[in-house]
């Protein structure tokens, strides 16, 4: 059997890296006769969204960031023999039919996401949708829609994705906004939760404690907020509190300091460890710490992007009972003083076993890799 994998693995963005390390990494232990690849497509569209992030952020680190994620997946994991890059739906649908696939499994990531400016696809219906691949059986593996709503296409265009999702053998995502766009807009195939890849595979053994001069005998602060006025006020606010501040999004502000430029993928990972807080709009981000730490994390959710629906870094929060640590962020109100010192104190207070919770969620992922299994043994 030959499987093959369809997601976002060139984004810059260790948690798109890790999360496509993660898939290739179930399947190949789940599947071990199998010949498991990634399917080496780039988007033209992401390659030029590639290029304006190393152009607007630091050029060579951004560089650096990019070929050690890449470095880290072909050490660790199988890919097709060639690269193609397009926009062109015909000859990406070529490409794919040229490798001969038994199976394919989209995701995890924003595969399906609906926005023109989506951050990893060209405008949708895009290559992600598979409406132009037939015999072969279509894995839908903890796919999301986030952040786009389905308004943002046109009706004839979203009656296409809906057609093209429900010839999918079998449907995940990781998100409940996600499944009632599908159902709303009229799927018929039922949707199952699975949870993303970074929760089912042991992304512990993958992180390594950075080198360096880092001030691990004192408390750090991670900050990933990409709103650069939210960033100050939250870092002011770390700072008075004590904390030594690392902006985990690349250029220090003030007394912050920033990931070093020679640390590989394994140690800006591993960096998670030694958190004693977090802020993040990032979904992956917040599971490395919770994951890797056992963290306290503030989810902030920003109201330009979710003022009509829940994030997918809500939905997990809520499945993991930390309702309490998401922070829906209206961008014209002012900041209160003591919102991060407010936030420690009520998570000082709750009682959640998130190490059980993340299991529960994994034991009830496999129930759903058992319907995979039928699918791909008929």
């Not at 992401?46 to 050490?75: G, P, W």
């Not at 040229?98 to 924003?110: A, H, K, L, M, P």
């Not at 829906?328 to 919770?357: A, G, Q, T, W």
Request: net charge positive.
């Amino acid at each position: 059997m030959k499987i093959g994998i369809l997601t976002f693995h060139r984004v810059i963005n260790d948690g798109s890296t890790l999360q496509t390390y993660c898939l290739w990494s179930l399947l190949k232990k789940r599947y071990p006769n199998a010949k498991v690849e990634i399917i080496d497509y780039m988007p033209y569209h992401l390659a030029k969204n590639n290029l304006k992030t190393k152009i607007n952020r630091r050029f060579f680190s951004v560089l650096l960031q990019q070929r050690e994620q890449l470095k880290f997946l072909k050490d660790n994991c199988n890919f097709t023999k060639h690269r193609i890059v397009t926009d062109n739906l015909s000859k990406g649908f070529s490409f794919i039919k040229e490798q001969n696939y038994d199976c394919i499994f989209v995701g995890s990531d924003t595969v399906w996401d609906l926005r023109s400016n989506g951050w990893g696809a060209p405008k949708p219906p895009n290559l992600y949708f598979l409406s132009g691949i037939y015999s072969v059986k279509k894995i839908a593996f903890a796919a999301s829609m986030d952040k786009g709503y389905p308004s943002m296409v046109q009706d004839s265009d979203m009656k296409k994705i809906i057609s093209a999702i429900d010839k999918f053998d079998f449907i995940s995502v990781r998100d409940l906004s996600t499944k009632n766009k599908l159902i709303q807009h009229g799927l018929k195939k039922e949707v199952f939760f699975m949870p993303d890849p970074t929760l089912l595979w042991d992304i512990k053994k993958t992180a390594r404690n950075p080198s360096g001069d880092i001030p691990f005998d004192k408390n750090i602060a991670g900050i990933s907020v990409t709103d650069s006025r939210l960033s100050k006020i939250l870092n002011k606010q770390l700072i008075d509190l004590g904390y030594e501040v690392i902006n985990l999004l690349g250029n220090p502000i003030g007394e912050q300091f920033a990931p070093l430029r020679k640390w590989t993928f394994s140690e800006r990972l591993g960096l998670y460890k030694h958190l004693s807080i977090l802020i993040t709009d990032r979904f992956h981000g917040s599971i490395f710490a919770m994951v890797l730490g056992n963290t306290p994390v503030l989810m902030v959710e920003p109201d330009y992007y979710y003022m009509k629906q829940d994030s997918k870094g809500r939905d997990l929060f809520e499945r993991l009972d930390l309702m309490h640590c998401v922070w829906r962020y209206n961008s014209k109100e002012n900041i209160s003083n003591s919102l991060i010192s407010e936030f420690l104190d009520n998570y000082e207070e709750i009682n959640v076993d998130i190490k059980y919770k993340i299991q529960c969620l994994f034991n009830d992922s496999e129930n759903h890799f058992k319907n995979i299994d039928l699918i791909l043994s008929k």
